[in-house]
Structure formats: C-alpha cells, structure tokens
C-alpha cells in the first residue's frame, strides 16, 4: 500500500507562483514515474507534467515554460513548480505515483488564480 500526499496548493494572483510537493510513502521500493493532473469541475482530469524514472520530463503544451516537474528520489518527493499562474489553471491538482505494482493518486490539492 502506497499513500500519496499533495500539498502546497493555494490562492494566488495571476502571474504569481506556487510550489506543489507530492510525497509518497508506504511500502514503495522503487518510483517509476510521478505525474501531475489537474481537474476542473465537469472536465476529465488531464496530464500537466510527467517525469520518468531517469529523468525525462513530458509536458502538455498548456504548461510548456511555465511549470516545471522535479523529484527528489531519497525523498519520495515530486514537485511541480508553478509559475505565471494564469486563472485557466485553476483547478484541483493531483499527483500519481507509479510503482512496479500499481499507479497511486493523491486527493488532490486545490489552486485557484484569482486577483
């Protein structure tokens, strides 16, 4: 069993900044992969950021320059690093990690953009 956290969500002002972390722990021996998903209400939850097990980083174009996807693998710890934050990125960010055995998501932490 794994337990992913998500945290560091907010209010912030467009063009401001706000970190995400994701911690993951529980019976975990290895991290394939960590992403970052955002939901708003009535739309399917879609892929912001997506980093692999060496590295490699994927983006959706929507996020392209702005957000910035990182881990700290002694940690268990993804982060999301937001900036320029526009009000269309407001929604509900969730993080799933990806171990050997499954994929396991967070609850989810709130972002709204708002002057």
């Known amino acids: 069993q794994v337990t992913v956290v998500e945290s560091g969500g907010g209010l912030v002002q467009p063009g401001g900044?706000?970190?995400?972390?994701?911690?993951?722990?529980?019976?975990?021996?290895?991290?394939l992969a960590m992403g970052w998903y955002r939901q708003t209400?009535?739309?399917?939850?879609?892929?912001?950021?997506?980093?692999?097990s060496g590295g490699s980083t994927n983006y959706a174009d929507f996020v392209k320059g702005r957000f910035t996807i990182s881990r700290d693998n002694g940690k268990n710890t993804g982060y999301l690093q937001m900036?320029?934050?526009q009000p269309?990125?407001?929604?509900?960010?969730?993080?799933?990690?990806?171990?050997?055995?499954?994929?396991w998501w967070g609850q989810g932490?709130?972002?709204?953009?708002s002057s």
């Open 17 to 31: 900044s706000l970190r995400l972390s994701c911690a993951a722990s529980g019976s975990i021996f290895s991290i």
């Open 41 to 52: 209400p009535g739309k399917q939850r879609e892929l912001a950021a997506f980093i692999g």
């Open 83 to 85: 900036n320029s934050l």
């Open 88 to 103: 269309e990125d407001t929604a509900t960010y969730y993080c799933v990690v990806h171990t050997s055995s499954s994929a």
């Open 109 to 113: 932490t709130q972002v709204t953009v």
